[in-house]
């Protein structure tokens, strides 16, 4: 199939005007500024799902506290979770934490230089693998996420839908023969550069795009169309209702989430959801917060809504007032008392950051 996709496709003029397009207006990236294969290896977990203005912060925050590969193997994971916070899917750095400590201990700091061993890593997919092999190392591996299908799919008018498992291989295949062998890492960025900033989703630059003429979608006015991708199932709404409890000392209370699942680990305000509840939110919380942790408690007005959306949930969070009529003593090491200087200290998802932002530092 990749032999009938490629004929008659000019490969080598394609990579010399790409490459060259990449040479002459690449933006000014941190990530760019170093062949260190864990730096790369950063920015490429968090660029995923992730814009670029969001994640250039991060990256050099993240970078300044965990400069080496060796810095992030032995760093406490609360101080990583913390890092991280407000970069949201926590699962790509506990996995790149993982990885980073495998990388230590296996390969003796020394991130894997082959598709097999680095494909071998917590949360390395094809595209992380080929990302770090051709930008940090020069091997002329592809690197398939959904911007470099959306390129390659106008480019050589290949109508699958890219949503689709089964597809990615046809466009691994292709890239494999496309891509050139002499500047694999220029060429990869090439390809993600032109999918940010000319042959973006809705209205591609067509006009502005250097491989224009090698364009098959250009040509034959299916530009706009491509590429195929189904609409995405519609998404769950929860109705959630959260507390911001005070004891005597003006002190408030938080807990831990699960080890696992959706924002493992991450600390947050007492919640519960109310989608399914006959009880008002207030009585609500009062049953949770007595029988989950033996106290009694006033619950008072309603204080903030907070909305957040995830890929496949959307969170409707009522908050409220609260204050500890009785309290029994703390003896699960997940929900502790802080004041409002200590829980700076604690990593939170977006949604309890906006609590803390108009109920604590108020």
Not at 171 to 177: G, R
Request: charge should be neutral; glycine fraction near 6%; aromatic fraction near 8%.
């Amino acid at each position: 199939m990749t032999t009938e996709i490629l004929r008659e496709f000019d490969i080598k003029g394609f990579q010399e005007q790409l490459v060259h397009w990449f040479e002459e207006h690449q933006r000014d990236l941190p990530w760019r500024k170093t062949k260190d294969p864990y730096r790369i290896w950063v920015s490429e977990v968090m660029l995923q799902q992730t814009r670029v203005d969001t994640v250039i912060p991060y990256y050099n925050n993240f970078v300044h506290k965990f400069p080496t590969l060796q810095d992030l193997a032995f760093a406490e994971e609360q101080q990583v979770l913390k890092a991280w916070e407000g970069l949201g899917y926590y699962s790509r750095v506990r996995n790149l934490q993982t990885a980073v400590r495998e990388v230590v201990e296996e390969y003796g700091g020394k991130v894997p230089d082959t598709k097999k061993e680095i494909s071998q890593l917590k949360g390395v997919g094809p595209y992380t693998a080929g990302a770090v092999l051709s930008i940090a190392y020069n091997k002329p591996e592809p690197a398939v996420d959904g911007n470099v299908m959306r390129v390659i799919s106008r480019i050589l008018l290949i109508e699958e839908d890219i949503g689709k498992a089964k597809t990615r291989p046809i466009f691994e295949s292709a890239l494999t023969k496309l891509i050139s062998q002499h500047k694999p890492s220029e060429f990869n960025q090439g390809l993600m550069e032109l999918g940010a900033l000319v042959c973006t989703p809705r209205s591609p630059g067509c006009l502005l795009c250097p491989v224009r003429e090698h364009c098959r979608a250009y040509y034959v006015g299916k530009e706009k169309s491509l590429p195929i991708k189904e609409k995405k199932t519609k998404v769950k709404v929860k109705d959630m209702a959260a507390i911001v409890l005070r004891n005597q000392k003006g002190e408030v209370l938080i807990q831990r989430r699960p080890d696992t699942g959706l924002l493992a680990k991450l600390w947050q305000f007492p919640n519960i959801e109310t989608t399914k509840s006959k009880k008002s939110e207030p009585d609500c919380l009062k049953d949770f917060i007595s029988t989950e942790l033996g106290m009694s408690v006033k619950i008072g007005e309603e204080v903030q809504k907070v909305e957040h959306v995830f890929s496949h949930l959307v969170w409707n969070i009522t908050v409220y007032e609260g204050t500890v009529i009785e309290e029994n003593q703390l003896n699960n090491e997940g929900t502790r008392w802080v004041d409002a200087n200590s829980i700076e200290s604690y990593p939170f998802p977006v949604s309890h950051q906006k609590i803390i932002e108009q109920q604590i530092r108020r």
